[in-house]
């Protein structure tokens, strides 16, 4: 904003004050020399859409999921993921993500004996069906905390690696298939994947990394990733082929705590955000809905509650998807000049930019929201970040996606902006001169 005169300053002060209420407010220019400025390749926004997906059980006809006409599918169109994960083996099952497709949501789709899927049929009866719906294919589901499970008469890890290792080849040999990535077996422990031993039959990482309750970024860079390496080695891609909370909170005998919904509300997007910035492919949040009504961990881990009402973590993905979302795609993404100044401990960011050449700087506190011990939800306060861009923008809009997608502040021609950073998304939008 260009400087004004102290009467413009006075007829103007209820907007002031209303911006100094939520901590938005667009400086003039203010050069600093020892300003520490870092250029930052921004990536594309279409990029961290498609890592975002949610995991479903389409044919589980004896819970939410038999509402799909009037509930599922209308909810995954708004929700406004282009990716499931999902398993099985029936013609309903496969008449759903033939359906999906068409809309363009594609599925990885689990390959377990449990669901009468063996290296030998897997492509005639578990893809050719719906071939044209399936993007990835993934192996067993969790063996590794189910050990009555038998392939071949042999338990974990050895069955689990004589299926994968059948499987992946059967894939590979067959021109129909031969192009799908395969993801590595889950494991429920990640420290078991040291039993199982380093597999070559796979093009990625596959890991279940819930939170437990927690906030999160927990245990992923000092022991969900690189236990998951242990099977993957150190360059194969990652996907989180399972992640999220439950919100069971009154279930005392759950294996991983429940977190209120107002909770998961600002940690669901962050999650999406965090798991983006270490490069993971895509995470699958866990799940689509509440399978039943019940106040139990397995029950309760949906962005839906079981009526197919949003739980606040479905409406904050929503709003930053949508907000995010991109048709065209950068070519060739360009560079930022900022830094930021102020109150910046723990505040994590993502920087984007749309095929149009916006930017979008992202910005969230990754601290806590719920006390594991005291069963308390946490208020962390806002905190005051100064955003300083090398060259000013055209326009400044400031979106909270836990809220909604509209902007809650715009502003023009300016290179500073007094930011109120909360534990959920502050999404930046910064419209540059060439745009």
Known sequence: MERLLLRWLWHLRPVWLSLLAVGLVMLPIAWSPSAQWQTETARPAADFVNSVGVATHLRYLDTAYKHYDDIIKPRLLELGVHHIR?????????????????????????MDPRDGLTPDNAIAE???????????????????????????????????RNYQT???????????????????????????????????????????????????????????????????????????????????????RASQ??????????????????????????????????????????????????????????TSLKNLLALLEDGGSVVAPQTMQYYLSGDTKQVHHTLLQKSDGRFYLV??????????????????????????????FVTANTYLPLESETAIASFTNGAQLSLSVPDHPLVVELVPRTA
């Open 166 to 252: 059948g499987l992946y080849r059967a894939l590979k040999a067959n021109p129909d298939t031969q192009n799908l990535p395969v993801l590595l077996p889950s494991l429920a422990i990640p420290e078991n994947g040291r039993k199982l031993g380093k597999l070559e039959a796979g093009d990625m990482g596959n890991m279940h990394s819930y939170a437990g309750g927690n906030l999160p970024s927990q245990d992923l860079d000092t022991r969900w990733i690189p236990q998951t390496q242990a099977v993957t080695g150190p360059d194969k891609p990652l996907v989180a082929t399972e992640c999220g909370w439950h919100t069971a909170v009154s279930d005392r």
């Open 257 to 314: 705590p429940g977190v209120p919904e107002e909770v998961v509300g600002r940690y669901a997007p962050r999650l999406a955000l965090e798991y983006f910035n270490r490069g993971i492919v895509r995470s699958f949040l866990y799940q689509l809905i509440d399978e039943r009504k019940a106040e139990k961990q397995e029950q309760r881990f949906g962005l839906l509650r079981n009526d197919g009402t949003p739980k606040p973590a479905f």
């Open 363 to 392: 910005l969230w506190q990754e601290v806590p929201g719920f006390g594991l011990r005291n069963r308390k939800v946490l208020s962390p306060a806002a905190k005051t970040v100064t955003l300083n861009l090398a060259q000013p």
């Open 86 to 110: 999902d398993g099985g083996k029936n013609k309903g099952f496969y008449e759903k993500l033939n359906d999906l497709a068409s809309y363009g949501i594609r599925a990885t789709l689990v």
């Open 126 to 160: 578990g893809l050719q069906p719906v071939l044209g719906a399936v993007e990835a294919v993934e192996g067993p589901n969790e063996w590794d905390v189910h050990p009555k499970l038998r392939y071949q008469g042999l338990a974990f890890p050895d069955g689990v």
